[in-house]
């Protein structure tokens, strides 16, 4: 090819180029800009070349969306469940440290230790909200809910057993056997306290007034 047919064809495609894309505002959205992207599966690499994240569906047709570290391990998830959605987060070991689920009367939330076992848990229940907290080896040490009444607390020993409920009705104590042996409360008749004591077969040794 001479050199006045190239430097005329190159002239050609240039302005072609530049109505194209710079003139024709038109034309450059339908090029530039993809509206929907439709496909089953996404995955995200690193510059090591190991996945990272994953945009998928489950057996099930569900959607899920998987966060790996750059070490495989998962650190992040997103998926359906009985009554919405889940979201569950992970060291870096991939231990599950948080649990965040939709269920039945709302939303749950769990947090775990570095060894995996639940420490707290927060959760909508019939009559409000309710929440536990546990030793470290998962054993609930006290609990505090919403009743019927109003609130209500309760204290656990090492062992997991309940040794203490405070209520909007007054406040009860049991023995290893939980058994309550002291009963404290306001009088309904007079709105004057009252105290009762048992003794382990829950009979009563004493009271006031």
Known sequence: ??????????????VLVFYVFLVDGSVESKVAIQEEIRVRRIVIMNDAGREVVMLGTT??????????????EVVAGMIESEYGGKIGVSNKDGTSVV??????????LG??????????????????GG????????????????????????????????????GADGMSFFNKDNT??????????????GIVVFNKSRKVIGSLP
Do not use: Q
């Not at 057996?59 to 750059?70: M, P």
């Open 111 to 128: 947090v775990y230790n570095k060894d995996g076992i639940k420490v707290a848990a927060i959760a909508s229940i019939e009559n409000g």
């Open 180 to 193: 309550p042996v002291v009963i404290m409360g306001v009088n309904d008749e007079n709105d004057n306290g």
């Open 59 to 72: 057996d099930e047709n569900n959607g899920v969306i998987v966060i790996y570290n750059k070490s495989g």
């Open 1 to 14: 090819m001479k050199a006045f047919e190239r430097i005329f064809l190159y002239s050609v495609l240039t």
């Open 131 to 166: 929440l536990g907290v546990y030793n470290k080896d998962g054993i609930k040490g006290a609990n505090m809910i919403a009743s019927g009444n109003g609130g209500t607390i309760g204290i656990h020993n090492k062992d997991g057993a309940t040794i203490a409920i405070m």
């Open 99 to 108: 649990n965040m689920i939709a269920i039945e009367n709302g939303g749950g």
